[in-house]
């Protein structure tokens, strides 16, 4: 693999860094990391790395890169740089016949991710959106229990994403991640929507296989002078008529990253959080609360694949990212032997729910800034 991004000090790619190499398969071999190129070659000493596969850049790695022995090139290229600068790269790599991981939001614009589809779709390549919640092995049972009507038709979803660590002006202090994510020339339409309501909207639509029809949102920026949103609720109208609540905040002074859904059928309902990522609670009309546990015989075979380790030895954030690694290398490996595989048979979020996703926050929007009480979200 190739970075681009995860230079020092940074945040998100260091820890794909980690994820894609977990299980053996893949290796660091090459990367990109900084917009300084003499910063992309510290980081690349740091990651133990030639100098000459420490790039001064993108476009430059992209180049050199194809120009090796196939059996030396990467194979594929992440995307951990902030949101206006997803689009450029992935492009470029798959025009030069690499395959693409991208953290999400998968772009800085819808129209972007629009163009990033056609692209996709023109150059046989595979791209993978980094959703990392629904890569946890209890949101994997959660789903697998709806979809089984064990809670019977759903009614309800609450999700729910509070954070604190924007609840002072961070980036008036200069803080790297804070300054981009609150500038609307680098973050995109949305602030904390696109940062982390994202997650909660795909997480949503992931554990209750449904999409959501309708959004009545508002957005609101609570740090004086921040130029983006920093708070946001909505209600959602699901497409089967369930209703829903979602709420992603940056403010909420004291929380860490304390993402929970609770979803809610005729029958019963199934509660996760990342606090407490190796449980699952299940909640039925007639009978008492159970407490499902990540590696327990008992779980769907889609929970117990996605688990490394035996009952009581907890895994993390970590796992659940490297299984979004372990999907995509299945789809690479079948996509060797016949480039017409259907992405839609693995279990990675591919470039439709990255897409999906960047209309989500073009639809929040509108909905904040429209008088009416619903906007549809198609
Ligand atoms: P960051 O500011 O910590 O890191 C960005 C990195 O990109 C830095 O190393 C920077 O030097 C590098 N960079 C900037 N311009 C570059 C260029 N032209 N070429 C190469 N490298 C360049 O940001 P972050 O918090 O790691 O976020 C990065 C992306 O990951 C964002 O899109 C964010 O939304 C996403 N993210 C996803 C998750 C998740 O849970 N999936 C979590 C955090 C961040």
Redesign the pocket.
Known sequence: MGL??????????RIHRIAAELDGEARLVCG????SPE??REAGEGYHLPAARAYP??AAMIEAEKALPADERMDFAVI????H??FDPARRCLENGFHVVV???MCFSLDEARELKAIVARSRRLLAV???YSGYPMVKQARALVAAGRIGAVRKIYVEYPQGWLATGLEQAGQ??AD?RTDPARSGAGGAIG?IGT?AAQLAEYVSGLRIAQIDASLNTVVAGRRLDDDAAMLLRFENGASGVLFATQVAAGEENNIRIRVYGERGGVEWQQADANSLVLRMIDAPVQVLRTGSGYLDPIAAANARTPPGHPEGYLEAFANIYAAFYQALRDHERDPGIDVRDYDFPNVDDGLHGMAFVDTVVRSAQSDRKWTPFA
């Open positions: 681009i991004g995860g230079g020092p000090g940074s945040f998100i790619g990109a990391f900084s917009s910063r992309s850049g993108y951990a740089t902030p949101n600068l997803h953290d999400k939001p980094t959703y990392t790297k991640q981009w940062d997650h």
